[in-house]
């Protein structure tokens, strides 16, 4: 299994930032991937980002690409997300999630482990 405890969410206005970070522990066979989902009110889930633990790349929701930023530091078991230039359209609950799987896109529920979210509220 897969521990994960997000934190740095927040309120800010349009066309702010906030920076999420997500502690890791856990089975490396279960977080061959790392994302981040965003649950907008009412709405599904959608993962917005990925990176590969293994080597870094990453890949983005067209939604937020250009915006968005998500990287790790595998010494100090941490992945990020960087959200910059944020819009009404971003609010939601965002959750760190872990993956076997590395294909992007991927579907919600292609993440084994998740952790409890965190709110991001953005103010136009």
């Known amino acids: 299994q897969v521990q994960l405890v997000e934190s740095g969410g927040g309120s800010v206005e349009a066309g702010g930032s906030l920076r999420l970070s997500c502690t890791v522990s856990g089975d490396p066979s279960r977080r061959k991937s790392m994302g981040w989902v965003r649950q907008p009110p009412g709405k599904g889930r959608e993962a917005v980002a990925l990176i590969k633990t293994h080597n870094g790349d990453t890949y983005y929701d067209d939604s937020v690409k250009g915006r968005f930023t998500i990287s790790q530091d595998n010494a100090k078991n941490m992945v990020y997300l960087q959200m910059d230039s944020l819009t009404p359209e971003d609010n939601g609950m965002y959750y760190c999630?872990?993956?076997?799987?590395?294909?992007?896109?991927?579907?919600?529920?292609?993440?084994?482990?998740w952790g409890q979210g965190t709110q991001v509220t953005v103010s136009s």
């Open positions: 999630a872990a993956s076997r799987f590395v294909d992007w896109p991927l579907r919600p529920g292609e993440f084994g482990d």
